[in-house]
Every structure is written in C-alpha cells, then in structure tokens.
C-alpha cells in the first residue's frame, strides 16, 4: 500500500511537470533545434524515454542507442521483468504492478536529475509532451506494433515542428515578396548561364582547325600528346562525316594534313609511311592498325609432330609453370603463351626439338603450300628454318627439302634447328635465289618468303617507322618480281601431285604484294588458286589508280589489328604450263 501510495504522489508530480511544460510548447519549439550538453535542454529532457519498451523489451525497435543512457539497476529490472514474463504474468494487474515499480524506480532515478539533465538523447525526445506519448504507448502497447510505434512518434514529431515554424512563417511573409523576386532573378541568370555553357559545350564538340597563331605557337612549344590524341580522334570524326561536322570555309585537303602532322608525331612514323597507311587503311581503320603496332604480338609455338604430340606437349609445359592455351581452330599444332615462370626458349622440351618458337603468321603458308609426303619441295629463302621445319613434319620426314638461303650466315640457324627438331630430310644450300633455275628445277612446290620492307612487323622492329622511303619499297618490290619468277621457273608444271608455288612477305605494301603477284601473271603460264584459308582479308584488285587481275581477290591479307597477328600476305600459284611466254616489248 505504502507502494501505490508513493506512487500515487510522485505520479501527480509527474503530472504537474507535464502541464508546466505544455504551458510552454512555443518556447520548446524553439529551443527544439539546439542539442549539446546544456541546462538549456533540461525543460524537454524527461525520463519518458526509459518507459516506452517496458511492454515489449525484446522488440524489433530494440537497440544498444536506446538504452545507452539506463542505470544498471534499470538493466536489473528488465531481467525481473523477462523472468516474470516466463512465469506467465501476463494478466492486467500483474502488469499494472510492474509498471508501478517501474515507475517507482524511475521516480528514485530523478533524484539525480540534476546530473542527468545535461545529458542529451539524441533519439526520440526531440518533440513536446513526451509524458503523454508514453503513455499514449503504454496503453496502446499491446495493439500497436513497434514500427507503427514509430511512425506514430515521427507524425507527432512533424506536427510539433509545424506548430513551431507557424511563428516563423509570419515573420517571414514580408520578405517572401522580395526573396521571390531575387530567386526569379537567379533562375534567369541560371538560364542564361546553362545556355551559355550549352553553347561552349557546342563549340567544344566542333573540331577547329588549328589557326597561323597555333601553328606557330606549336612550332616552338609542342603539345602533348594527350592533347595530341585527342585531335586525332576529332579530326577522324569530322573527315569520316565531313558533309556535317566540316568547319565553315575549310577545305578536305588542310584536315588530312594536319592529321598526318598528328599521326607522325603521336606515333613516330616518317611522312612517307604515314601517307601509305592512309591509302591502305580507312581512317577509322588506320588508328587501329597504329595503335596494334604499339603492342607486341603473342608468344606462339609451333608442336613439332615428328618428336611429340600437342597435348602431350602442352601438359609438360603446364607443370613447369606456362600459361597456354591452344593457338585457334585453323591450327592443330600451334600453342599460344601468355606467361611463364620459365623461358620458354630453354626448357628441357625446347632443347629436345619437341617445338619451335614461331610466329602464327609463318604457319600460314606452309598450310597453303600443303605439302605432301615423297615429293620434292623447295624452300627459296628458308632461314631460320620455322617454315623448313614445319614443311618437314608435314612430309613426316619423307621426301626431300631444300633449304636455300642467299646469306650463309643466316643458314647456321637453318642448320641447328634442322638438327634440334630431328628433321633428316632437308638439304641446305646457299645460292642467290634468281640464279637458282640454273642450279636445279623440277619441284613439286615452291615456298617463296620474299625479303620484303618489314611493314608488317612494325612492333618488332620499330626502326620501319623512320628508316623505310619510296625508294626502299621500290627496290624490294623489284627484287621480289625477279625471285617469283625464279621460283615460278623452277616448279615443274607436269607434277602429278603439285606444281604449286606459295608466295609471302611480312609485308602489307600493295607494291610488294598484289603489284608483284600480278606482274608474275603477266609473265608466267600461271593462275590464282585459294589458299585453303577461311579466315583473312582479300588481297586488292584495285588500288588509288592500279588495276589488278580480278583473280587476287583469291590472295589473303592479315592484319595486327583484325587477326592479331603479324601482318602478313600470303598468295598461292597453280602453274599450268612449262613454257615461258614471250611478251612484247615494253609489256608489263
């Protein structure tokens, strides 16, 4: 009884407190905003908080933030309460007690108000009358779930702050004419400025052609070559839709020259190789080739089926630690390396001749030129042997190869890779290809790797880009039609299995290739045939103002860029007939 009694007393003084504080709902309004630990917040710091979980204490709601701020001896009760709970006190009066206990320890807690009011609890008591919510919560605690809890508490939380912000809003009516003015001034000028940058952005995507000022300016300060690039990328685009994007008064002729100013000093390249690539490639293509050249082509390797089998090979190189992976469908012996903890020009399987490094164009040809098993086959420039080789394991070592080769320096590797890879039916010779038809004829298939300008393996020798000029392409292009038609010469038309020649450069100049390809046609009793390959570009028929035989169409092209690979030309030959057509004069 001395309980409820105590209850009943400091109840009403609770009660006293709410009312003053409701007294004050304008000044809590206003002091609402401010936290910190200060006396200032003690006229809305109650301990209402501490009774809104004591229905429900397991709750989702619950939370370490609610109850930083509890005594141990309030942790205490909430364990009576738990136990209590299991004891099945669910009945109204059991609970009615414990609330009054509850609320007895509560009041003995306020006591210490004066240390408790500077502290601030950041959760939920922002807002007036939180007496009366709690007790709202105490008897709608049983209905109400603790997310409807909730938004209940964030609703009356939005209606006191629009209690407090009336008072503000009629000071504030005044200058609302004025405000409104200045931000519809704003607006304008914010218009204005987002058309002007519009407009910048506009002038921006224009590409313009760089003025007399610029160019001086460049002259003795270069740019760099981002800024470079980038120009590069803009000029492509306009030249690639002129009609539209062209800038006022301009002519085709001053893009393509600053663009070849561009490319030659972003990529390196003399003038001269530049203006080739330009008739070669589309411009949207051109970059691409360009920037292929930058990146060194992958490691390949080439099984040598005379000593092992692939998977054989790849397996034992795996488990020294090589990353590979097959090189494509259109090679059953070729091997792609991406990485190795070992070189691969080492290892106990290199030295045993199971493979040899090779490029995956250089694969090429030798498929064109499919040799078959007991014939006789030369190789006109075989050094340093890859192609050799690989004709030999094609043959299964029967047969002969002749491996010739005009620099005797260069045949050592012929020699040493022969012996490596265990091929036993090659001959090497070293005679001057052109004079090679007097030397020996009568082979069922030529290979003919023509010397060539290198155009094609720019990423491995990057000296091409400045060393190489009209007159280099020329001479070679020269030499190249005298060696074909000594290859050609020395084929023997009446073979009963061949009769075939297979022409390639490491090239993609049109003058060593299609040009050379066709002037053999002119010359020799000989015809295109397919290569045999499903993959590649088509050789040229037509080029700026040339005209080639319909039949090069039949030739392939490779590309860096396209078939990741290096470029190469690969054209095979049929011969029909032994006899040398005598021209006119002047002809061809």
């Known amino acids: 009884e001395t309980g409820l009694k105590r209850l009943s007393s400091r109840s009403r003084k609770r009660a006293a407190k709410r009312v003053q504080n409701l007294k004050k709902p304008k000044d809590a309004a206003e002091e609402q905003p401010k936290k910190g630990f200060t006396d200032e917040n003690s006229k809305w710091l109650t301990p209402a908080k501490r009774k809104r979980k004591i229905d429900e204490p397991e709750s989702e709601d619950d939370s370490d933030e609610h109850w930083e701020e509890e005594e141990e001896d309030e942790e205490d009760e909430e364990e009576k309460q738990q136990q209590q709970q299991k004891k099945g006190g669910k009945d ?9 206990v509850k609320e007895v320890e509560e009041e003995e807690a306020d006591d210490d108000d004066d240390d408790d009011e500077e502290l601030v609890d950041d959760y ?26 909730a938004a209940k508490k964030a609703k009356k939380l939005k209606e006191t702050m629009a209690l407090g ?70 000029n492509i685009d306009v030249l690639c839709n002129f009609s539209t994007k062209r800038e006022e008064g ?69 488990n020294r630690g090589v990353n590979l992976d097959p090189l494509g469908k259109w090679s059953k012996v070729g091997l792609v390396i991406y990485d190795s903890s070992v070189p691969v020009g080492a290892t106990p399987e290199y030295l045993s001749g199971q493979y040899m490094l090779q490029g995956a164009s250089s694969f090429l040809p030798v498929m064109a030129l499919s040799p078959q098993e007991g014939e006789l086959v030369l190789d006109m420039s075989s050094a340093p042997g890859g ?26 590797s012929v020699v040493g890779n022969i012996h490596r890879l265990g091929v036993t039916n090659t ?22 790797d023509a010397p060539c300008s290198g155009t094609g393996v720019i990423a491995k020798d990057p000296a091409v880009k400045t060393s190489k000029d009209e007159a280099d392409i020329h001479r070679s292009a020269h030499l190249q039609k005298e060696l074909i038609l000594s290859a050609i010469d020395s084929v023997n038309a009446e073979s009963p299995t061949g009769g075939y020649l297979v022409y390639c450069t490491c090239s993609i100049m049109v003058e060593e290739n299609e040009w050379v390809v066709d002037y053999a046609l002119k010359k020799r009793n000989v015809k295109l045939v397919p290569t045999g390959h499903d993959f590649g570009k088509e050789g040229f028929t037509r080029f700026k103002e040339r005209r ?18 290096d470029g190469f030309f690969v054209a095979k030959l049929k011969k029909f007939s032994n006899v040398i057509p005598t021209a006119p004069a002047g002809k061809g």
Do not use: W
Not at 92 to 100: I, R, Y
Not at 180 to 199: H, L
Not at 229 to 234: G, S, V
């Open 92 to 100: 109204q009066g059991k609970k009615s007690t414990k609330l009054g």
């Open 124 to 149: 939920g008591t922002l807002d007036d009358g939180s007496g009366e919510e709690a007790a709202e919560e105490e008897s709608d605690g049983e209905e109400l779930l603790p997310i409807e809890r």
């Open 165 to 234: 912000s009336d008072d503000d809003d009629e000071e504030d009516d005044d200058d609302d004419d004025d405000d409104d003015e200045e931000e519809e001034k704003k607006s304008d000028a914010d218009m204005d400025e987002e058309d002007t940058v519009q407009t910048n952005i506009d002038e921006m995507d224009q590409f313009r052609l760089p003025g007399a000022e610029e160019s001086a300016k460049e002259g003795v300060l270069p740019l760099d070559l981002k800024t470079i690039h980038q120009r590069i990328k803009d």
């Open 250 to 318: 301009k002519e085709r002729t001053e893009y393509i020259s600053l663009l070849k100013k561009d490319l030659c000093t972003y990529y390196s390249y003399n003038i001269f190789l530049i203006e080739k690539l330009m008739d070669l490639f589309p411009l949207s293509e051109l970059v691409d080739f360009l920037e292929a050249n930058e990146i060194q082509r992958p490691v390949t390797i080439r099984t040598n089926t005379l000593k092992t089998r692939r998977r054989d090979l790849a397996q034992a190189l795996i």
């Open 387 to 412: 192609k050799t080789t690989y004709i030999a394991q094609l043959m299964r070592n029967t047969g002969v190869i002749v491996a010739n080769d005009a620099n005797a320096e260069r045949l050592k």
């Open 427 to 448: 001959v090497v010779c070293n005679y001057d290809g052109r004079q090679f038809p007097k030397v020996m004829g009568g082979f069922d298939r030529v290979l003919l």
């Open 548 to 565: 080639f035989h319909p039949s090069l169409r039949l030739s392939r092209r490779f590309y860096p860029h396209s078939h990741n690979m």
